[in-house]
């Protein structure tokens, strides 16, 4: 099995469904992260910087996308194992003669493609809703910019999942920004 950096793109993108959990993951984590920062050092008087509030959204936003990358990774090769040890009993081999072959091989990039877009997606859905921390000394012009990022993405990915569930967009964006409002108020009270 030969892979191209053209097959993976191909297999990224067919995988779409997971880059967009693995958004919402990242887009949830750091709106919940610098809001709650944004409001705890609002309401203690303090002089807030937006590039602290960033930077701690991002390392939330990174930790997520280890997370998530390094998670798919433990469980698709758990799970990837079990089939392989299970196609080798059936086939009545010693258990790792399928080991170094073409299913072997097979399931290792399943593997990878999981890690890459759960880990990648969760990135890159952590870093653009950050990037106003890091555009602007004014932190309620990041914290409102921020918002408004988040929920456009929201919707979008709710849009998105409505239609490859060729279920109702509207009602799936509607529940995606209904979690989005939860994480607003519970971020809310715990920085207030």
């Known amino acids: 099995m030969k892979i191209t950096l053209k097959k993976i793109i191909k297999d990224y993108i067919a995988l779409s469904r997971y880059v967009a959990l693995g958004s919402l993951d990242g887009i949830l ?5 610098s809001l709650t920062a944004a409001v705890v050092g ?4 303090g002089n807030v910087n937006p590039t602290t509030i ?23 090769k758990a799970e990837e194992g079990k089939n392989i040890r299970e196609l080798e009993s059936k086939m009545l081999l010693e258990e790792r003669k399928l080991d170094d072959t073409v299913i072997h091989k ?16 969760s ?13 602007t000394n004014n932190i309620y012009t990041a914290v409102i ?6 929920f456009t993405m929201l ?7 409505g239609h490859i569930s060729q ?12 979690v989005g409002i939860i994480i607003v108020i519970l971020s809310y009270l715990m920085g207030g």
């Open 106 to 121: 097979q399931a290792q990039y399943r593997v990878f493609m999981s890690m890459l877009t759960h880990g990648s997606a």
């Open 54 to 76: 960033g930077l701690t959204a991002l390392s939330g936003g990174i930790a997520i996308s280890l997370s998530n990358g390094f998670g798919s990774y433990v469980g698709e």
């Open 42 to 45: 609002i309401s203690s008087g």
């Open 123 to 135: 990135f890159m859905g952590a870093v653009i809703p950050a990037i106003p921390f890091f555009l």
């Open 145 to 150: 910019s921020t918002l408004i990022i988040c």
């Open 29 to 33: 984590t750091v709106l919940s992260i």
């Open 155 to 161: 919707i979008i990915l709710g849009f998105y999942l």
């Open 167 to 178: 279920e109702s967009k509207i009602g799936t964006a509607t529940k995606i920004i209904i």
